[in-house]
């Protein structure tokens, strides 16, 4: 039960800072999205609309399924890592746990994410997560082989 209740403490943290950004900050850099439709600078798009130009786009796709099996391969490897430091170590489950969760943590360079988010193209950033995703499986295999 205790480890229900503590969900609760960041769940209401969560919840209020979210109230507190919606009530502090503009919708984008340039204004309020109703402020920029009334002056004719942000086109009205329905969410329909929207959500095709997204879903018909190559690029999704790809990004997509590199996210979706970067993720499984380190899901997959977090958990035999667990199993191995368990196993070879005698470690007690939670410290393998924390051992193993450095390496989702390694994986993951925030800061190239966000870099590559804001500074470079979206084909640039294609490419980048292809060469990313192809060696972090030449990687995964070379450990497990």
Known sequence: M??????????????????????????CPKGYYKDLKKSGEMPEVSAAASFRGGAVDINTWLLFLQYACCFGVELTVNNAAVSYFVKRF??????????????????????????????????????IHTSRYHFECFRTYSLVV
């Open 2 to 27: 205790a480890w229900r209740t503590v969900t609760l403490v960041p769940a209401f943290v969560a919840f209020c800072t979210g109230i507190i950004v919606m009530r502090s900050s503009e919708d």
């Open 90 to 127: 005698e470690l007690s489950i939670e410290s393998a746990s924390a051992i193993a969760s450095i390496f989702g943590f390694m994986v993951r360079n925030t800061y190239d994410d966000l870099y590559f988010t804001f500074q470079v193209s979206l084909r640039y950033r294609l490419l």
